[in-house]
């Protein structure tokens, strides 16, 4: 939605948390600052305060963020989403992808300790067998 020169932010259908949005209307300026430094008499730190202030008390910055980084295009992109700066937004996903990867380590490392789980468990059953045929002939129950 345009409303004079400034652009402001409007819900996208494919989002539909946005319209419970608290920047819902706000200019666009304040969410990229940093793209509109030198532009104007505000400087692009108090617009970045007031749209992180905007962020702190939304309903639904927990949905943005979660938004922002499922799309890699938003997470190296300019501007606020979620209430963090894009480096933020960056660190999060760097930790994340670590993470997943860990529990992938993890999950294949499950895998072969089942695996070897079953050959000593079909091992110790084979063994356990033999013992009782074993203790079975001693004690002349079978012959």
């Not at 020169?5 to 969410?31: I, Q």
């Not at 430094?37 to 910055?61: H, Q, T, Y």
């Not at 529990?103 to 356990?128: M, P």
Request: positive net charge; aromatic residues 2%.
């Amino acid at each position: 939605m345009i409303h004079g020169n400034v652009k402001r932010l409007a819900p996208l259908s494919s989002e539909p948390w946005r319209c419970r949005a608290a920047c819902l209307g706000a200019s666009t300026e304040m969410f990229f600052a940093d793209d509109n430094r030198g532009r104007g008499n505000i400087s692009a730190d108090s617009l970045s305060a007031k749209a992180l202030a905007i962020c702190a008390v939304c309903p639904v910055a927990a949905e943005c963020l979660e938004s922002a980084l499922a799309d890699p295009s938003q997470v190296d992109s300019h501007g606020i989403r979620g209430g963090l700066l894009p480096s933020h937004r960056q660190m999060i996903r760097r930790r994340r992808k670590a993470e997943q990867q860990r529990q992938g380590q993890v999950k294949k490392l499950e895998g072969a300790g089942q695996t070897r789980n079953r050959r000593l468990a079909t091992r110790t059953h084979g063994i356990t067998e033999r013992l009782r045929r074993d203790t079975d002939t001693l004690n002349g129950t079978s012959l």
